[in-house]
């Protein structure tokens, strides 16, 4: 469950407040000279910053599901796994231009894009989720092109498309979009990363539910 803000300032006046303890604690057992204690009040400083800023590592995900006129899925081959084009959205780029980029990369022009999904991932036992943004769109023209890390790239009938790719999520998320075509979807997953693996396990924590119809 997310942190609510009015916890996550307490959180921070705790540890705050722990700190100054801590450091006064140590100036009264030690005879520290002033040049030392100014080091030491900055080191205190710099671990408390990256103590806040490990509390704060949402960010946000893009999933670009492109399909054309034979109702075929576009997939990419990544690691050995066929999967939907993605990217991670840490970019200045509005939403068209990351997305026309996504595109580019894969070789094509697309049309009508509509979100369709807002999924809040939750790895391991982590805090805080990555959002994740899936899109739809229609192929508008283009050659395909294998886009950078990938291996291979093509497209598939739907049903063979969400039977291939390994990861539940995705799966249980192109069936939702292509069983309701006007509704965008919302649940929250926490996914259990399994080591030397990059198939993983899940557990819906809230299930799909309609953000709009």
Not at 40 to 60: D, E, P
């Amino acid at each position: 469950m997310i942190i609510k803000y009015n916890e996550y300032i307490t959180r921070v006046i705790k540890v705050v407040i722990l700190l100054i303890k801590l450091r006064n604690m140590i100036f009264k057992k030690l005879n520290i000279s002033i040049l030392n204690k100014i080091l030491f009040s900055f080191f205190l400083v710099i671990l408390n910053s990256y103590y806040l800023s490990a509390q704060k590592n949402n960010f946000s995900y893009f999933k670009l599901c492109v399909t054309n006129k034979k109702n075929e899925v576009l997939l990419v081959k990544y690691n050995g796994i066929w999967e939907l084009a993605g990217k991670k959205y840490v970019d200045p780029r509005t939403i068209s231009e990351f997305t026309g980029f996504m595109a580019d990369e894969l070789g094509i022009k697309f049309k009508d894009l509509r979100l369709r999904g807002l999924f809040t991932f939750y790895y391991n036992k982590g805090t805080y989720p990555i959002l994740f943004n899936y899109y739809s769109a229609k192929y508008k023209s283009g050659e395909l092109k294998i886009p950078p890390g990938c291996t291979d790239i093509a497209w598939f009938p739907i049903k063979r498309a969400i039977k291939i790719i390994p990861f539940e999520t995705m799966k249980a998320i192109l069936t939702k979009m292509y069983q309701k075509k006007r509704y965008v979807w919302g649940a929250s997953i926490r996914i259990f990363k399994k080591p030397n693996s990059l198939v993983n396990t899940i557990k819906i924590e809230e299930d799909f539910y309609p953000l709009s119809k």
